[in-house]
């Protein structure tokens, strides 16, 4: 991976920076395996804006992601790293042996040729195989971990994202995550070896307003700058303080507060709370 900083030449081109994506290997996207995106602009089936900032950016078709990697046994080879513009990691075209086509996330380090393969049993702990965590070693970086044995991948789906299976007891795994959040997750959930790849992605500058309105993503206004109708920190005269802490329209805190809701079956799972940057570790009460 590489990332090209132009030179100044305009005042768009300064601070700006490109992805090379100098691990993708395959240009065109396989049809077999596309579908059509249909815009929301954030809006409900009423019309009504229920995602502020969204609209426009380029046409996007969808690439279907094997996320369940529940094709046991069968060998797999990779035909190209690709492009996905849906999400920030690259995707891999596999084809099996039986000639059948999907796409995967592609791992770190996985390249054209290589064979990967899913199972339900034992298997060799190299980058791209697919396997539950009871078979994969602890110590190992694993990414799209599923939270429900058989529903597909939930976890580390991003680009340069990891867990850390560090420990297995009993019909629990243990993953640190890269929030810091340890969580427990059952042996039964599947996990493929390795960490996400296009691990550059977060060091890319747009550096200019248009490359933001490519993806989709239109002008925000501070809360602050609003009317006191619109948003829960605006209104008064002037720049004037608000006597609340920050938050979103809807009223969630924007600095840290707590998001998840309390009573959750799930909670116990969680051994310890992620790392905030602005609060240090947050903790279960």
Avoid at 198 to 204: A, S, T, W
């Amino acid at each position: 991976m590489a990332i090209r900083i132009y030179r100044k030449t305009t005042a768009g081109r300064r601070n700006a920076s490109v992805n090379l994506n100098s691990a993708v290997t395959k240009h065109t996207p396989e049809k077999s395996l596309l579908k059509p995106i249909s815009k929301t602009g954030g809006r409900n089936h009423h019309g009504v804006i229920t995602t502020q900032c969204r609209g426009g950016g380029h046409k996007r078709r969808y690439r279907e992601i094997d996320f369940a990697r529940r094709k046991d046994d069968v060998n797999a080879t990779v035909i190209g790293i690709e492009y996905d513009p849906n999400r920030s990691a690259n995707i891999a075209l596999l084809e099996y042996a039986d000639g059948e086509r999907r796409y995967i996330l592609a791992p770190q380090g996985l390249t054209d040729g290589d064979v990967v393969v899913s199972s339900a049993k034992t298997v060799e702990p190299k980058v791209g195989n697919c396997v539950p965590l009871r078979f994969i070693p602890a110590g190992l970086e694993v990414h799209a971990v599923e939270l429900v044995p058989g529903k597909g991948a939930e976890l580390c789906r991003s680009a340069g994202n990891s867990a850390r299976l560090t420990n297995k007891e009993g019909r629990w795994a243990t993953i640190v995550l890269p929030s810091g959040e340890v969580r427990q997750v059952s042996l039964d959930c599947r996990a493929t070896i390795g960490s996400c790849g296009n691990g550059d992605h977060n060091r890319v500058k747009l550096g200019k307003a248009g490359r933001s309105r490519y993806l989709g993503k239109r002008p925000k206004v501070r809360g602050v700058a609003r009317n006191h109708h619109n948003h829960p920190t605006g209104g008064g005269d002037g720049k004037s303080k608000h006597n609340r802490q920050p938050a979103s329209k809807t009223g969630v805190l924007a600095k840290g507060g707590r998001t998840r809701k309390p009573g959750k079956a799930s909670n116990k799972r969680i051994l310890r709370r992620r790392v905030s940057k602005r609060y240090g570790q947050l903790r279960l009460k």
